[in-house]
């Protein structure tokens, strides 16, 4: 595949050096606006967009794409509160987007246990849930939209949650995330329900970005001649 890179920052070189190693070609890498200029004159060579940019240049990026007629694979989070209409413009301009909050094959088999461990926990008397997440220092978003989506399958199992909040609760019906900022943590997610006699905890520990990087290449090798939103259920074939 020829493959452009949006945002050269840490993740994109890793996914630089996956798509390598997969005998993929960077054609480019744009991390500005003027860069981004270039598309029209690359469209013909490219075969997919892989964005790891920022949550406030996501959506005008992802709409390049879309105007261009080039699958958009992208893992930056923080621009979910557009995705409804994101989704809307991808089947008007009949465009591709593969978006994940974390494309780590083992993040997302952790989110396939949190959502067993929530309907599981359901009705269960006694225990409290609480997640925290651990990231390190120049990460933006705060909580990762790795635990906002954990979060959001845990609401939906549990009648008694309504939200969740980015700091203790206190009974109020909404789940606490508890996040933390640390040197160059690349990404530690914990979901933990406590009770006064024992505590269950689910977690998943990243040790490296290349399993990040891993995914973000497999969903652009699955995106190219497809059309639709599509997410790592799809690439994983969960049911």
Known sequence: MNI???????????????????????????????EWEQLDTLKQDIDVVVDFSFPETAVENIMHCFR?????????????????????????????LFYAPNFSIGINIFFRANKQLAKLMKGVEGYQVSMKETHHIHKLDAPSGTAIKAAEDIIEANDELTSWVNRPSFGDGALPILSHREGEVPGTHEVIYESDADLISLKHEAKNRSGFALGAVLAAEFSV??????????????G
Not at 81 to 94: P, R, T
Not at 225 to 238: A, H, I, P, R, S
Request: charged share 30%; hydrophobic share 30%; with cysteine.
């Open 225 to 238: 001649d497809k059309n639709g939103v599509f997410t790592m259920d799809e690439l994983l074939q969960f």
């Open 68 to 96: 261009s007629g080039i699958p958009v694979v992208t893992g930056t989070t923080g621009w979910y509160g557009e995705l409804d209409e994101i989704k809307k413009q991808c089947n008007n301009f009949e465009g591709t």
């Open 4 to 34: 452009i890179i949006s945002g050269y920052g840490r993740m994109g070189k890793e996914v630089e050096k996956i798509a390598l190693q997969r005998k993929h070609r960077i054609i480019a890498k744009f991390d500005t606006e003027e």
